[in-house]
Every structure is written in C-alpha cells, then in structure tokens.
C-alpha cells in the first residue's frame, strides 16, 4: 500500500525480532517503515516506493548487507539512497572499510543504543525533507520562471496580456517563502515580496529605491554583485538563471544569517531586469554540519570515532613521511569491561566509558589524538614520537589505570592492555599499522591483559600459531600432552601443606611448555574447556586415589572449574562417576569457581552448587576482589572458601595501604561469613607478616614452591614432618625448591629463577624495567639484542646493567647470575 504523506524508511534484516527492535525505536506517525528479511525482498520494494533512508543488517544469509549495498548503488534509482549499516560491536576494520567501500554513509553498531539510532535516522530525515523543499521549490521556481517568460513574451501583444501576467507575477512572488527582490541593470531594488520584510526586517518603503549592496557585508557584496556582472556577461543579455550559494546577509537589526541567492536575467525591451531569490540556509547548514560531526564522532564519549581515525591518520603518516619523523598508533582495549558492562548495566557501562574517554584525554600530550574505534576499544594517535617515547606515554596510560574509576557510587578498577605500533618501522600505510598495533594488543591480552606489548614481526608467525593450535588442541587429549602440576597451599599457623592446587599445562611436540594464559582462553572460544575440564577431574581423582595407595597423607586438591565446565549439564554426573571409579573421598575435592560464574545464571549456579555441598566438596571462589559479587550470592550459598587474588597480594609490598585495605576487607568479610581465606601470590616474608597478622588460614606462593609435579609433591608430603622451612627458623622457604631444582626439570627451574629474581628485587631495590633486562642476561642475550627485544636503545641497556651491577654490588655479568642461582639452590 502506498503512503505518499509519508517518508518511506527501508529496514532490512534477517531476524524479525531485530526488525521489531528497530521499529519500536524509530517509529514515527510521519514515517512509513517498510519491513524486508532479505537483500532480495529489499531490493523488490525499491522498485515500488521511494525511501528517504535504508537500515540494513551486513550480516544476512544469501545476499549480505555489503552485497546488497553495492546492487543498489549500481542503480540509476536508488544510487542516491543513504544507507545505514547495523552490524556487530567487534567487526574487523577490513570490513568497516569494505562497508564504506559499498556506499554506507554511517555504521549503528550492536548492541543499538535507541538515542544513537533515533538521532542517525532524524538527521538522515532532515537532509532528505530539506532536499525534497529544494527538488518541489525548483520545480515551482521553473514553473513560475515559464509563467513569467509567457506573460513576457505577450507583453508586446497587448496591455490586457500584460496586466494578466504581472497578477500572475504577484501572486507567485506574495505567496513565496523565499525573498524575492527585483533590480535593475543598476543593482537598484524596483520591486520586492512581502517574504523580504519578514526575512531581512525592511519595510517595502524603506528599501526600494537602494542598491541590492546595502543587504550585504563588504565582501559577500562584492562576490554577489561580481556574480551578477559576470552572468550578464556570460549570458549577453539573454535570459538565464544563476546559483550563488552561502552569502552572508545582513538584517536591518544587524544580525546576519546564511542565504543562498538564485539570480535570473530578463530583458524587456532592450531593459535588463534582474530577478533575485533569497532562501535562508541557516538551519541546513546546521544540519549539515550535525550530520557531518555525528558521522565522525562517537556520540557517547565525543570523541573522533572509526571512520575519524581512518580518515585523519593516513594524513599524519603523510606528514611524517614529508618531515621525516616517527609517529606511534596505540590501540587500547579495556580488560573485563563486558563482565561489568554485563553486571552493572549500559547505562553504568556508558558512564564508564565516558569516564575512561575522559581519563585518557587528560592523560596524552596536547597534539595526541584520542579516538574511540569500537564498543571498548579506543585508538591513540602519537604525532612526531619515536618507539621509545611511545613506550612511555603506554606506561603512563597503564599507570593511570591503576586509579579506580567512581561511577555511580561504584569504585571500579578497570584495567586496559594496549598494542603499539610505531611508523615507519612496523609499517608505512595506515591500514599496515592498524593491524599490526592489533596484532600487539591481542599478544598484550594473552600475556595476562593490564600491560602493553610493541609489535615485531615475529608475532605474525604467532598469529599462525594460535591459527595452528586451535586445531591441536582437538588432539591434545588423546595424545595425552596434557599434564598436572600442583602447588602446595600452606597453612598459616602449623606451616604444614594441608592443600594443593591442580594447574593444567600443555606439553606440545613442538612448541613444548604452552603457557595456560595462550590455550585456555582459546579452548573456551572454541568450547573445547568442557572435554579439557573432565581429563582434569578424572585425572586429579587419579592422583588422590594413587596418593592414598602409596600412603601419602590425605590433602585436599583445589581444581579450577571455568564457567562453561560449572554450568554444564553432565558436571555432577562425571564427577560422581569418576569420584566412585577412583574410590576417593569427594571432602578432598575442592572445585574453585570464579566471581562471574555467580552472576551468569542464578538459578542454575544456585542448584550446582548445592548439588555440589551435598556430595561432600569444597567450593571456593577464586580470584577473589577482581569482579563484582553480589553479597547476598556470598551470604546465601554453601561456599567454603574466598580466595584473594595474588594482584591484591603483591600489591602488599606497595608503599599505598590501597591493597592492604582491600585484603584486610575481604578477610572481614569471610570471618563474617563463616568461611576461610586463602591468599595467592605469595612471594616475600613482608606479604606473609601481613597475611598472617591478619589471620589469614592458607597462603600459596613463589615464597614456598612454584608448581611442581606430582611426584615432587609425594616426596615432600613423605616427609614425616613436611612443614615449610620458613615457619621453621624464619629463613626463605627452600625445601620444594631444593626438590625441583636437583630433578633439572627446565620448566620448574625457570619458575624458581622467577622466584629467586623475585627476591632480588625486593631486597636490592631493582626497578620493572631493570627486572626485564636481567632476565635477558640470564638467558645469555648480548646488549644489542636485548635492545632489540626491549625496543630501547644499547645506551639506555648499558645504564640498566650498570644500576643492576651497581645494587647488587658485583662486578660482571658472571658474577650477577651466580648470585641468581645461589638464591636458587641456598
């Protein structure tokens, strides 16, 4: 059915309720929104109607949004059609691009915030109603034009004739919103409308007779009446019309407003008239102008958005190239903001992002330029910056995010990793860098998020290796590379080992030790953490039941256990299946889930955990601190344990009484509650005194034993009195150390060389950065490749080791790294 009183509006996509959802955001009562599933269903209702403006989905079965898109730019009827792409919040910048490439005028990005979307298609409707004034107006404008040329041309016929024509050029030029104003070859106003005194405040009296100039500022003046000369030349006195666009013109109360002048040429009897049209502009302009910041500013945060950032870095790089100097592409993504956004609310999770945009502006130099490129990601410009001051301006984004953030009577501590790329030496096009600051970010995110990682070449044979993993892990099961490390938990008071914790490694045949932060997450994208988690289960019910044969003291095993192993609906059943297969008591089992498995389904966490208490095991939650629990969760709910997260821990040692507070709080609050305390990360008898004086039950740590395998773990727990040497004689815990480090296993080793620089640290005062080269020298790299590996200069690594040397009061590498070793084994 056809509505010519409405503005016709096309929404196009492949789910209904996505349809109904834009519907009910943008339903107007002067808008007709016609409905289309497909690019084929819309490509047929273009043929039957006009539409000031298309909605359409990318991501459509058949026929996409970009095919679409680019079929109906191909025709001559619809190529003119802004088109608004609705598409996904992570979509790659190649497609962002491949969009524009098409035709789309602008992205609404998913989740649809309803002002964005309502704001985008009011505007887009505006254009479209201006243009529609302007197509009927000119269309009028040539009517009247022909009416006049026929009354003119019957001027010379008779009086009668031209008495007709001039009523007929009154009742044009009076019921005009346009002022119209008649001179002659002179520029002396003969004739005007009465839309020039309601327009420029003139009575009819008080400006005919003056010349058209006094209506204009000197030099817009100037620019008219040129014009009007040069069509007179132009045209030789035959008659025609000429455009003159964006001339400031000057009211009788001295205000100014933006016009937009159509000059038409008559000659009459060897008389040259000139008929000129003035249409006040203001308001399109501002329109114009509307539409052009929204399609280059992110609403939410002002910030510049994408399509900003894709326009204006091309020419940084350009001037860079011409002054020969470096320039920096940060791209930052904020850690966890889904988890909170989920949590808290959009509304909450907006307020965050205002804040972070805020945060980040206040934090760069005056001429960065920050942008926002994605729902949590944001992209920063560093113009004439070689690599080493954009490492600086990353740590300073990474220090500033160690701040809380208030919002809303929240205290939130929202972390961000960051990838940096640096042109010319990681790329000289923009779409180079971009991917490569990209490809930085995603190795920032393995690497335990909340730090920044610079791009090197090498990391696209990582992106080949995560690409190649994803498909070995399939086998890794059944190739039986998986293997169990345990670390002991120590109680606080007896120093004896009362617990251990089960952590998966992943030995591959060619890569060897995977780190769990690179494979984890992976095997969660792709789902395969459920198989992975029952081999953990079956496993550590193994171990115990092979323990108790070998008459090991019982200890209880922690295994962690990821949302989706928690929430899936044969947990209980494997777990009572292997529980009765290795005839191990289930109190030794203990499943540790993490502070955002509460919050994914009430009623179904309710009822596994539940399920859990009942058949005897332990349940604690991990990481205790870093999100977002609700107390009533915590103070409903059978848990055992709160386990404070080792980035609390560590943070003991800090100079601010921040992390302190925070432990101190959480062991309140378990007391309160009935339920013990565990701290991780454990690593100096500082963070012990504290932990204890606190009353904490278990700590775990660098400060007693890394990870180690479980036959190490047997040895100790035979022991007839295996308490940890430091609660023994107050001296550093050596005992596990001692274990690992005579079995020359590589992988325990390098974590007690960790521990043994730990120490270093803390007692010769050795900076970060300082910690990094050391590392490096204990791997044997020269200065000239740990300058390349850090990214600093040789000079600056020179004055690394000579502040290292000089805190450790040695004279040599040599002498430095026989100092780390007898830390080792002493």
């Avoid at 109906?72 to 691009?97: C, G, Q, V, Y």
């Avoid at 990838?419 to 335990?448: C, M, W």
């Avoid at 050391?774 to 502040?803: D, P, Q, W």
Wanted: aromatic share 8%.
């Amino acid at each position: 059915m056809s509505h010519p009183e409405k503005i016709n509006i096309l929404l196009v996509d492949d789910r209904p309720e996505n349809l109904l959802s834009i519907e009910a955001i943008i339903e107007k009562d002067e808008y007709h929104l016609v409905k289309a599933s497909s690019g084929e269903e819309a490509l047929k209702y273009l043929l039957k109607y006009n539409f000031a403006l298309i909605l359409l989905d990318v991501q459509m079965p058949d026929m996409d949004g970009f095919t679409t898109a680019k079929i109906i730019k191909a025709r001559e009827k619809t190529k003119d059609i802004p088109i608004l792409f609705i598409t996904a919040n992570n979509m790659e910048s190649e497609h962002i691009f491949m969009g524009y490439s098409v035709g789309a005028i602008d992205y609404i990005l998913k989740p649809i915030d309803p002002l964005i979307l309502k704001a985008k298609v009011e505007g887009f409707v505006d254009i479209y109603k201006l243009k529609q004034q302007l197509i009927q107006k000119t269309d009028k404008l040539q009517e009247k034009t022909a009416e006049l040329e026929k009354a003119n041309n019957e001027l010379s016929q008779t009086t009668e004739q031209l008495r007709l024509s001039e009523g007929l050029a009154n009742v044009i030029s009076e019921t005009s919103l346009d002022a119209m104003i008649v001179l002659d070859e002179d520029g002396i106003i003969k004739r005007t409308n009465p839309s020039v005194n309601k327009m420029l405040q003139y009575r009819y009296e008080e400006i005919i007779g003056q010349p058209i100039y006094t209506l204009f500022k000197e030099k817009d003046a100037k620019e008219f009446i040129g014009a009007i000369l040069q069509a007179i030349h132009d045209m030789g006195h035959i008659k025609g019309y000429k455009n003159q666009e964006e001339i400031t013109i000057t009211k009788k109360d001295g205000t100014t407003f933006l016009a937009e002048i159509q000059i038409g040429l008559k000659t009459i009897q060897s008389t040259i008239m000139i008929a000129c049209t003035i249409r006040d502009i203001t308001k399109q302009k501002k329109n114009e102008q509307m539409i052009k910041y929204m399609a280059y500013h992110d609403m939410l945060t002002d910030l510049p958005n994408r399509r900003a950032l894709n326009t204006s870095l091309p020419k940084y790089i350009n001037r860079a190239k011409e002054l020969n100097q470096s320039l920096g592409i940060l791209l930052l993504n904020m850690d966890r903001f889904k988890y909170v956004n989920d949590s808290l609310g959009h509304a909450i999770g907006d307020q965050i992002l205002q804040e972070i945009a805020t945060r980040l502006t206040t934090t760069v130099r005056k001429d960065d330029v920050v942008a926002r490129v994605g729902g949590d990601e944001f992209a920063i410009i560093l113009p004439n910056t070689d690599r080493e001051k954009s490492l600086e301006i990353a740590e300073q984004v990474i220090a500033e995010f160690q701040k809380p953030l208030f919002v809303n009577n929240y205290e939130l501590y929202i972390t961000t990793s960051i990838g940096l790329s640096v042109f010319p030496y990681d790329g000289e096009e923009y779409l180079e860098l971009i991917k490569n600051s990209h490809t930085a970010l995603y190795r920032a995110k393995e690497q335990g998020k909340n730090n920044y990682n610079v791009f090197h070449s090498g990391m696209n044979m990582q992106s080949y290796r995560s690409f190649s993993m994803q498909n070995d892990l399939r086998k890794a099961i059944e190739r039986e590379e998986f293997e169990l490390y345990y670390q002991p938990r120590v109680n606080i008071e007896t120093g004896k080992v009362d617990s251990a914790e089960a952590l998966l490694r992943w030995n591959h045949p060619s890569w060897g030790i995977v780190p769990p932060l690179e494979f984890i997450p992976l095997a969660e994208e792709t789902g395969q953490i459920v198989e992975i988690g029952k081999w953990v289960l079956k496993t550590v019910c193994e171990q115990i039941a092979s323990w108790k044969k070998e008459g090991i003291p019982p200890i209880r095993v922690a295994i962690n256990c990821s949302a989706q192993q928690f929430l899936h609906k044969n947990l209980i059943s494997k777990l009572d299946q292997f529980i009765s297969q290795s005839e191990v008591n289930p109190t030794l089992l203990e499943i540790e889930i993490t502070e955002s498995v509460l919050l994914k389904n009430e009623d179904m966490t309710t009822k596994m955990i539940h399920q859990l208490k009942e058949m005897g095991i332990t349940i604690s939650i991990d990481d205790f601190g870093t999100g977002y629990s609700s107390l009533h969760y915590l103070s409903k709910l059978p848990i055992n344990t709160l386990k404070i997260d080792k980035s609390f821990t560590l943070g003991i040692d800090d100079k601010t009484n921040q992390n302190r507070s925070i432990i101190m709080t959480i062991i309140s609050l378990a007391k309160s509650l009935n339920m013990n305390v565990i701290a991780e990360g454990v690593e100096t008898e500082k963070q012990l005194k504290f932990l204890r004086t606190q009353q904490c039950e278990e700590v775990q740590g660098f400060l007693f034993s890394p990870p180690i395998q479980p036959d190490l773990l047997q040895d100790i727990l035979l022991q007839e009195d295996y308490k940890i040497e430091i609660f023994k004689n107050n001296k550093p815990a050596k005992t596990v150390e001692k274990v690992a480090i005579q079995n020359n296993n590589p992988i325990e080793n390098e974590d007690i060389i960790h521990a043994a620089l730990l120490q270093i640290k803390e007692k010769h005062a050795i900076s970060s950065r300082e910690l990094e080269v050391f590392e490096l020298i204990l791997e044997g790299l020269s200065n000239k490749e740990i300058s390349e590996k850090l990214f600093i200069s040789e000079h600056t690594v020179k004055n690394h080791i000579s502040r290292i040397f000089q805190k450790l009061n040695v004279n040599d590498r040599a002498q430095a790294m026989a100092m780390v070793y007898q830390n080792c084994i002493n």
